[in-house]
């Protein structure tokens, strides 16, 4: 195993996607470089082996994903009580391969900065290009919680008409489980939510399984997924160029150049919590 981080070693991570699994009833994965064969039992359950070893893995399903822990593990899958919301569509916006480590798309996913660059005329456009500045902080359970975020996007969601400021709140859960609350032009008081739960498939190659939780009202769910594959599309390239592959935790390695404050308090709590794999340690 070339990972050596107990909190990622001992935590859940999605490996598959439920439905995908139902149609083959068999599928691999890796997952810190080690091969996973994944089956599906008759009573619905998920059998996960180490492929090497033949060792049965702890696993579970939840949320239409299967997650398995290769160590052993030390806390839950996280609670998402938008899944249980009857007026949502929970839905899987697809599992994306991308060649870089899964922190920088976490890190990628939490930076507004690069909406009207990356997703011009969706989620941004020029000369609206200011990230005005807004809260972040750790909370006791020790998440990163990002608030108050504005910005000004042209087609906000599957269904905008004509373009809104959009309130946004971002929250990062583990150290590859990042999510973001958006506003609901049809709600002022709930957003939408969408979560990535990534795959660290190896240090610079990951998974990204993507769960969309929308208000019914006046969306469907073909939109939704649509929408958010159109959107990946246009980060996954620019995810891929970026170099060095793996996320710099030294805090003079890469001079943040936006107004990323989230990113700078990330990178810090990576540091904190010894994380590594995916990374390039603060020396
Ligand atoms: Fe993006």
Not at 116 to 121: D, E, I, L, R, W
Request: aromatic letters at 10%.
């Amino acid at each position: 195993m070339t990972c050596h981080d107990r909190i990622l070693l001992d935590d859940w991570h999605v490996v598959a996607d439920l439905e995908h699994l139902r149609q083959h009833s068999r599928q691999s994965a890796e997952l810190f470089e080690q091969q996973l064969d994944i089956n599906l039992r008759a009573d619905g359950s998920a059998e996960v082996r180490h492929k090497e070893t033949g060792r049965v893995l702890p696993s579970q399903i939840k949320y239409g994903f299967v997650w398995v822990c290769v160590g052993t593990p030390s806390r839950d899958i996280i609670e998402i009580p938008e899944a249980g919301e009857a007026d949502r569509y929970v839905v899987s916006g697809g599992s994306f391969p991308v060649r870089a480590s899964g922190l920088r798309v976490v890190e990628n996913f939490l930076d507004m900065g690069h909406f009207p660059f990356v997703h011009t005329g969706w989620l941004g456009e020029e000369p609206h290009t200011e990230v005005a500045p807004y809260q972040v902080e750790l909370t006791p359970d020790d998440e990163i919680i990002a608030t108050e975020c504005y910005f000004y996007q042209p087609v906000a969601s599957p269904t905008a008409e004509g373009g809104i400021e959009v309130e946004y709140k971002y929250r990062v859960y583990r150290p590859y489980i990042v999510s973001l609350y958006k506003t609901n032009p049809a709600y002022p008081d709930r957003k939408d939510y969408i979560v990535l739960f990534i795959q660290p498939v190896g240090p610079e190659d990951c998974v990204v399984h993507n769960m969309l939780c929308y208000l019914k009202e006046g969306m469907n769910e073909p939109d939704i997924r649509w929408f958010m594959q159109l959107i990946f599309a246009q980060d996954k390239p620019i995810l891929e160029n970026q170099l060095p592959k793996r996320l710099p935790l030294d805090p003079r390695a890469e001079t943040p150049i936006r107004a990323d404050k989230v990113a700078i308090l990330y990178r810090r709590w990576l540091r904190d919590h010894c994380v590594s794999y995916g990374a390039i340690p603060a020396a």
